[in-house]
């Protein structure tokens, strides 16, 4: 192992208690390799990189063990899977993202309600825009993806005097706050939602998941937010329900992302629209250290990793 290297996004001179052992080699992204990657024996995926950064030296890392994300989704890195050798065991960053994630859907949920887009607007205009909003009290939550964020989110939530949490993920289960319905039971939920949260992972299964029946579902004047990420949403059909004018809708993500300059969803009404800052916040990089201080750890000392999402040769094609 003292031969193998560690290849790191933040500078390793920036990260306390690093054990020692291996070569430590900062790269987070650049043009320019830090080494050879066929040395590579843990990698660590730059955060919040363009499309196809991130898998550009998977080809070359023939020796690599473990790759890990800063990022709670692993979609970014599936399409170079299949350049790994059998055995390579991909992490994701659970723990580093709930409290910043949550934190902005609760602001996402609470400013489109409460109308706080049309009040900034106004004080633009210096006009004082008085009137009924809707508050979050009293109302129904249908949160689409139950992992850690969902329950992070569902935490931040409890103290806002909801009439119901419900909660939907891939498989059905219960936890202390209640049930988890399947997928199969999104028909019979989304038409008592007024708040719909979308938080589950990316896959071939949840792409499009919510499309033109989806949205048709919505009760009218409910509110779509996505924190998950852009392809969960088929975003024709969600144009063609916010033009209506029938729903409203919170973006931390979009599809396409970014979002182009003169795309319609920048001007369709009833949308507020943030630029994927879910997870960068002043909590990321403390929360992003502490996990690879301890991923390491485990790794050199041959112990069981955290957060493996699957091992390629046993759960890729």
Request: proline share 10%.
């Given at each position: 192992?003292t ?11 920036e ?22 990657p066929a ?15 991130g ?19 692993i979609?970014h ?5 299949k350049d ?7 992490c ?27 009040f ?7 006009e004082?825009?008085g ?6 009290a ?18 931040r ?47 071939e ?18 509110l779509l ?6 392809g ?45 800052v ?15 201080v301890?991923?390491?750890r ?8 955290r957060?493996?999402i ?5 759960d890729?094609?």
């Amino acid at each position: 192992m003292t031969a193998a290297d560690v290849w790191l996004p933040i500078p390793p001179e920036e990260i306390e208690d690093l054990p020692e052992g291996p070569r430590y080699r900062f790269w987070d992204g650049g043009e320019e390799f830090p080494a050879d990657p066929a040395d590579c024996a843990f990698y660590v995926v730059p955060y919040m990189k363009p499309s196809g950064i991130g898998t550009r030296p998977l080809p070359r890392m023939t020796s690599v063990r473990v790759v890990q994300t800063l990022s709670a989704g692993i979609d970014h890195v599936e399409p170079g899977l299949k350049d790994l050798p059998p055995g390579v065991r991909l992490c994701n960053a659970r723990g580093v993202h709930e409290a910043s994630t949550a934190e902005l859907t609760l602001a996402l949920i609470l400013a489109s309600l409460r109308g706080i887009p049309d009040f900034v607007r106004a004080q633009e205009r210096g006009e004082w825009l008085g009137g009924f909003r809707p508050a979050l009290a009293d109302r129904t939550v249908l949160i689409v993806g139950y992992g850690s964020i969902g329950a992070a989110i569902e935490d931040r939530l409890a103290p806002f005097e909801l009439a119901r949490v419900a909660r939907v993920a891939r498989s059905a289960r219960t936890t202390e706050r209640g049930p988890v319905h399947p997928l199969t039971a999104l028909p019979s939920l989304l038409p008592e939602a007024d708040v719909v949260v979308l938080s589950t992972p990316l896959t071939e299964a949840t792409r499009h998941l919510v499309d033109a029946g989806f949205l048709s579902r919505m009760k009218d004047g409910a509110l779509l937010v996505n924190v998950a990420r852009g392809g969960v949403v088929d975003t024709k059909a969600l144009l063609t329900e916010l033009e209506s004018g029938r729903i409203t809708a919170a973006l931390d993500v979009t599809d396409p992302e970014p979002l182009p300059a003169g795309h319609p969803l920048w001007r369709a009404p009833g949308v507020l629209i943030t630029p994927h800052v879910g997870g960068p916040t002043s909590a990321f990089l403390p929360r992003a250290k502490r996990l690879l201080v301890d991923q390491l750890r485990r790794f050199l000392n041959h112990e069981e990793l955290r957060n493996v999402i699957l091992v390629t040769g046993a759960d890729t094609p």
